[in-house]
C-alpha cells in the first residue's frame, strides 16, 4: 500500500534564515517490504550493485527507493509546487516535465511543470540525464525562479525530467529532487540551489542543517534549516570532521565497532547522505553485521527477528576522537502492514571501486540521532546529540 505523501510546513525565523517542518512517509523499500514484494526489491537492488561497480557512485547516494523525507518548493511565476527530497548525495534540482510521453507513468502519476504557465520561464534546452539503479533519467535544462517560503532564488537552472526509469519513480511520494551537494558533481554544471541562495545574498551563513525526527508516527517528521542551526534541536557539543571532497559530503571516519567485531579498520571514508534511509558498506564489512545479529537476507534486503532487537550489539562510528553509538533501535527499522511487522536491518552491501571507493554512506539512520550540519563556507559536516 502506498501512502500519501505529507505536506511541508515552513516557518521564516528571521532575515536570511528559514527553518522547513519537513514531514516522514514511508519509503518504496518499506512499502515493498511490507507487501512482501522481494522479487521487486531484488531487481532494483541488483541493477544498483552493477552500476555501482561501474565506477556510478553517484547512484548510491540517490538510492531513491529509501527516501523518507519530503518537503515542498516553489518554481515558476505564480509558484508551481513540487514535492522534492533535500538530498546531500546529489548537486541537482529536477522535476517531472508537462512534456513527458504519455506512456511516462512516472510521470503522469505526478506533479509536472508547465513552462506555459510561468511568466519567468527561460529555455535552455542543455540535455540532462541522471544514471540510477534502473536505467536512466533524462531530460533537458530550463531556468526560472525557485520559492522556498519567503526566499525567491532568481534564474535557478534546474532539469524537466522527461524520462523516469522504472518502479521506483513509479511509487515514488516525492515528485522531485533538490541536490545539496557540492557543484562540482551538478550535471550539466548548473549551479545547486543553495548555492545560488548564498551568492544572491538570501541567507546569512552558507550552512544549513538536518533534524530528522525517528519516532514512529510523529506529528513533526524533521526540519531542514537554511541559514544557520536550530539549538532547539541539538545538545552538547559539535564534532566537527574536514571535507576530504568537495564533492559528496566526504569526511574520514576514524573506526567503527558493532559489538566486538572491529570494521573501518585503520579508518575509511564515509558520506553524510540525506537521500536515502539506510546506511551502506563494503559487502564484507556488512557481511559481518549480518552474521552478528542472524539476518536472514532476502532478495536484497536483510530481515531480523524482531523479538531478538533488545539482544543486538551497539554500532559505534567514531568520527574525529568521538564515538556515535546507534543502538539496535536505531539501526532496525520496523515495518507494518494489516497487523504484520517485519524488521530490516537499517544496512546494506555496496561496493564501490576505487578511487572513488570504498565508501561508508551515512543515511537516515545517522541522521535521525544525530543533528547534522552542512557548512559550506568552511568545508566541514558537524554532528551533535539531536534533541
Known sequence: MIRAVSVLLLVSLASGLVRFQLKKTRSVMEDLVASMSFEEIKTLKEHTRKQALKGKTDIVLKDVMNAQYFGEVGIGTPPQMFRVIFDTGSSNLWVPSQHCGILNIACRTHRRYKDSHSST?????TSFSIQYGTGSLTGYISKDNVKMGDMT?????????????????VAAKFDGILGMGFPTIAVTGAVPVFNNMIDQGLVDEPVFAFWLNRKVDAAAGGELTLGGMDPDHYTGNFTWAPVTLSAYWEFRVDGMMFGAEPLCSGGCNAIADTGTSLMTGPTDEVAKIYKAVGATPVSGVAIVDCNKISTLPTFTITIGGTKFPLTADQYVLKVTELGQTQCLLGMTGMDIPAPAG??????????????????????????ANAA
Open 121 to 125: 520561464f527561460q529555455k535552455n534546452g
Open 153 to 169: 532564488i532568481k534564474g535557478q537552472l534546474f532539469a524537466e525530467a522527461i524520462n523516469e526509469p522504472g518502479y521506483t519513480f
Open 358 to 383: 570504498p565508501l561508508w554512506i551515512l543515511g537516515d539512520v545517522f541522521h535521525g540521532p544525530y543533528y547534522t550540519v552542512y557548512d559550506m563556507g568552511n568545508k566541514r559536516v558537524g554532528f
